[in-house]
């Protein structure tokens, strides 16, 4: 399974709104869920939100409310619609995949996302 990434890379103010994207291909029947990590600097990679085949979706606590995550089947992508955006959630984003099968899990390239005061 290959994830590709897309959406950030640019600098936004506090408030504003971007969409990532993750394009999913290969064996992508064999993912469980997918779904989005972030790296702020000097801090543990965290799990921002993801969504499962069933189509239900988890999120972290900070960003309920104003992170939406969402998945085009037929076209194998998942999207992250980002609003309301704060500094705080500066930092790498990565597409994640993640499979019934112990250790085998997937990660796209990261995607910066800097948001400023």
């Known amino acids: 399974v290959q994830l590709q990434a897309s959406g950030g890379g640019g600098l936004v103010q506090a408030g504003e709104s971007l969409r990532l994207s993750c394009v999913a291909s290969g064996n992508v029947f064999s993912l469980q869920a997918i779904g989005w990590y972030r790296q702020a600097p000097g801090k543990q990679r965290e799990l921002v939100a993801d969504v499962n085949s069933g189509g239900y979706t988890n999120y972290l606590d900070s960003v309920k409310g104003r992170f939406t995550i969402s998945r085009d089947n037929a076209k194998n992508t998942v999207y992250l619609q980002m609003n309301s955006l704060k500094p705080e959630d500066t930092g790498v984003y990565y597409c994640?995949?993640?499979?019934?099968?112990?250790?085998?899990?997937?990660w796209g390239q990261g995607t910066q996302v800097t948001v400023s005061s």
């Open positions: 994640h995949g993640a499979t019934s099968v112990v250790g085998r899990e997937y």
